[in-house]
């Protein structure tokens, strides 16, 4: 399996982790080129095909959030840093 991320995590998480996080990390930031194949992927490591919705959906939501804080010059606020 390709591993498209790199990580330094205490806790090695499972394959099947690493596949959803490769997912959303293309899915961020290059959305025009996900295929039918990277969801085949998170098929073959035993995601079901409602995980890949709750995949794709947490992943655009977070994108859309965060792209809109930053269009509008949100400030996150000193509590938060």
Not at 64 to 69: D, I, K, Q, S, T
Request: with cysteine; glycine share 4%; aromatic share 8%.
């Amino acid at each position: 399996m390709e591993k498209i991320i790199e990580h330094n995590w205490q806790t090695d998480l499972q394959d099947k982790d690493i596949q959803a996080l490769n997912f959303a990390k293309k899915l961020t930031l290059s959305p025009g080129s996900m295929t039918d194949e990277d969801v085949e992927k998170l098929r073959q490591v035993g995601w079901d095909d409602r995980a890949i919705l709750d995949i794709c959906q947490v992943t655009a939501y977070f994108n859309f959030v965060n792209r809109m804080a930053e269009g509008l010059g949100v400030q996150l606020e000193k509590d938060w840093i």
